[in-house]
């Protein structure tokens, strides 16, 4: 795919002022946006990475501007990005191979690696450090958290999330609505929704 132009653009508006969304907020900038808020329903939070918060959703809704969703949660991340149209946004020190689709909403952070062939679906975080090898296939709001590697031709359902240095062995499938401990291991396709903690991993 082609990496984002370089060209300046008006407005960013970050849904979610949390640590999240000070990371795209870096990002952005890197990506020539100059006008950048935030909305969050915590009416106590006036800024969020020196950017102003300007009133909480569905504010977003009403206002001008390219949006994209900063929620940690993937349920509250979906619910959001279903009502609203958002961009992709890609640190420019990430590794994009060719023939790589990148989904709507979907957040390319510093360090990350994703190799030819991979399919990333829409409101995923592909967080710092992190690798999604060739032709691995990452359902919709999956997150693969800090420093976490998936090798070739795995498969992950939608709403997964992968923690922090955990490994997928190649060629895995992993269904929907995981959560994969950090430093876990997995070697074995994983068929039932739950919590997989250890080396190998295994369901709690």
């Not at 995981?178 to 739950?194: F, L, Q, R, S, Y």
């Amino acid at each position: 795919m082609e990496r984002q132009s370089s060209i300046k653009k008006n407005r960013l508006i970050i849904i979610g002022a949390s640590g999240h969304g000070k990371v795209i907020a870096d990002i952005a900038l890197l990506n020539g946006y100059e006008d950048i808020v935030f909305v969050d329903d915590n009416e106590s939070i006036k800024e969020c990475a020196g950017f102003p918060v300007i009133g909480k959703s569905p504010l977003e809704q009403e206002l001008e501007g390219d949006k994209i969703v900063a929620i940690g949660n993937a349920a509250i991340r979906e619910k959001i990005q279903n009502s609203i149209e958002t961009v992709t946004l890609i640190h420019p020190d990430a590794v994009i191979g060719r023939n790589v689709t990148i989904g709507a909403g979907t957040v390319v952070i510093a360090g990350a690696v994703i190799n030819h062939g991979a399919t990333i679906g829409k409101g995923c975080i592909i967080n710092t450090a992190s690798s999604v090898d060739h032709d691995c296939v990452l359902g919709d709001y999956t997150h693969v958290a800090v420093g976490a590697h998936l090798c070739g031709t795995v498969r992950i359902g939608k709403g997964t999330w992968i923690g922090a240095g955990a490994t997928v062995s190649n060629n895995i499938n992993i269904c929907s609505d995981c959560m994969i401990g950090a430093g876990a291991v997995v070697i074995k396709d994983i068929e039932v929704p739950g919590t997989y903690v250890g080396v190998p991993a295994r369901k709690l």
